[in-house]
């Protein structure tokens, strides 16, 4: 079955950096765009990142030359680089696959950052 797992949150000060990782199986995952989502407390949650097959990229204003989203086919994995954090960078961020019309979420992986 599908299976994403996040990785690579944490606690960091504002300014500073962190790198999350989310590993995919029982995918195609070279064949498939990836996403990057979040969402904080209260709120709904929103793209924040993606990635195509081919490797093309698109990112939410709010990030937009702070975060870089990036794949490694041959380990099956999607990253997404976040620096210059904010505090308002605070939340939950998941890993998304849509397949055969369906979404597939990770769990999920906590990022704070303090001010």
């Known amino acids: 079955q599908v299976q994403l797992v996040e990785s690579g949150g944490g606690l960091v000060q504002a300014g500073g950096s962190l790198r999350l990782s989310c590993a995919a199986s029982?995918?195609?995952?070279?064949?498939?765009?990836m996403a990057w989502y979040r969402q904080a407390p209260g709120k709904q949650r929103w793209l924040v990142a993606a990635?195509?097959?081919?490797?093309?990229?698109n990112y939410a204003d709010s990030v937009r030359g702070r975060f870089t989203i990036s794949r490694d086919n041959a380990k099956n994995t999607v990253s997404l680089q976040m620096n210059t954090l904010k505090p308002e960078d605070t939340a939950v961020y998941y890993c998304?696959?849509?397949?055969?019309?369906?979404?597939?979420w990770g769990k999920g992986t906590l990022v704070t950052v303090s001010s």
């Open positions: 998304k696959v849509r397949l055969g019309g369906m979404d597939y």
């Open positions: 029982g995918i195609i995952f070279s064949t498939n765009a």
């Open positions: 990635i195509s097959a081919g490797g093309s990229t």
